[in-house]
């Protein structure tokens, strides 16, 4: 018998996107998923369209912006009340390949100890090209670049491969890991929290691969303004911050810390210099989330929203 698989998508406010992303899901072909849309609250309509279109897709709402980590896990508790062996994490801003979960599961179950896998990731807009085909491993910021970004397809990662991290745009994430050690922190509202779920695993020996007959096309960010928004800058620097603290010795992590203090810093010294508004604000954003994430080793407290400022920053 197959594998049950629940798909599981996070929305909020992206009913532009989700006709093309649960269409592309439906016709996955695979012989045993369902399909679950969580909303974050959505006032533009989402859920009418979801029901509507898509009698078939479970919605589960939950009623406000709850954020990336508790907006995911409450499909996360939807799915394995309801006997999901695999878990297909998908951004909403997506259209994947129809036999790529096929490929996901067939790696999962074929390879040692696979919590997490994932394929390829292309730009929705530039098709043929990649985002990300997995992540490095960093001697400072330990979750590194994507592997693959920009590079056009042409056939070079063709292998299947272990990976050190993975960007979770798509994943398939095995029950026992659930199990064993949960989903996301909640301590996480956005950005850096797979990375978080994914240095938990690591510690239990769970390990991360990636099939290159898996695909999906990706519009980068959408939720956020698209790449470069100062939201994901603020909480990108911040969450990272709380990870490399909570999984990290002490002389590794002031490592880390000091050479991010002189990362933002002068990057925002050079916007300044510079005059420019479009590269100021998201630079700023970032040292305000260094500034966040330092707060963070004093009073331990999660995120539960973008801080006001934050937010004037990414409308100017």
């Not at 240095?199 to 898996?214: E, I, L, Q, S």
């Not at 969450?239 to 590794?252: D, I, K, Q, T």
């Amino acid at each position: 018998m197959p594998s049950k698989v629940f798909a599981i998508t996070l929305n909020w406010n992206g009913k532009q996107w989700l006709e093309d992303c649960l269409s592309s899901i439906l016709a996955l072909d695979y012989p045993d998923f369902e399909v679950v849309m969580v909303d974050n609250g959505s006032t533009d309509g989402s859920v009418e369209l979801v029901r509507q279109k898509f009698p078939s897709v479970h919605v589960v709402e939950n009623g406000s912006n709850l954020g990336y980590a508790r907006g995911f896990n409450a499909g996360l508790e939807y799915a394995a009340a309801r006997g999901a062996e695999y878990f297909l994490i998908m951004n909403n801003d997506t259209v994947i390949d129809r036999d790529a979960l096929a490929a996901l599961v067939e790696a999962a179950q074929s390879l040692p100890k696979a919590g997490f896998v994932t394929g390829k990731v292309y730009f929705y807009d530039e098709p043929d090209r990649l985002q990300t085909v997995g992540k490095k491993e960093d001697p400072i910021v330990w979750n590194g670049d994507h592997i693959g970004w920009l590079e056009k397809d042409v056939g070079q990662y063709e292998t299947v491969e272990e990976r050190a991290f993975l960007d979770d745009v798509m994943t398939l994430v095995d029950r026992r890991l659930y199990d064993e050690i949960g989903g996301y922190d909640p301590q996480f509202f956005l950005q850096a929290e797979e990375f978080d779920w994914q240095a938990r695993a690591k510690k239990r020996g769970w390990r991360f691969y990636y099939t290159p007959k898996a695909k999906i096309w990706h519009r980068v960010s959408m939720s956020m303004g698209g790449a470069g928004n100062p939201i994901g800058r603020y909480f990108d620097t911040r969450s990272r911050m709380v990870v490399m603290a909570r999984y990290l010795g002490l002389p590794r992590f002031l490592r880390y810390y000091f050479h991010t203090f002189f990362q933002v810093s002068n990057s925002l010294l050079r916007g300044l210099v510079q005059m420019d508004g479009k590269k100021i604000r998201p630079r700023l954003a970032m040292w305000l989330g260094f500034c966040a994430g330092t707060l963070w080793l004093i009073h331990r407290r999660p995120a539960t929203g973008v801080p006001g400022l934050v937010r004037r920053i990414s409308k100017r």
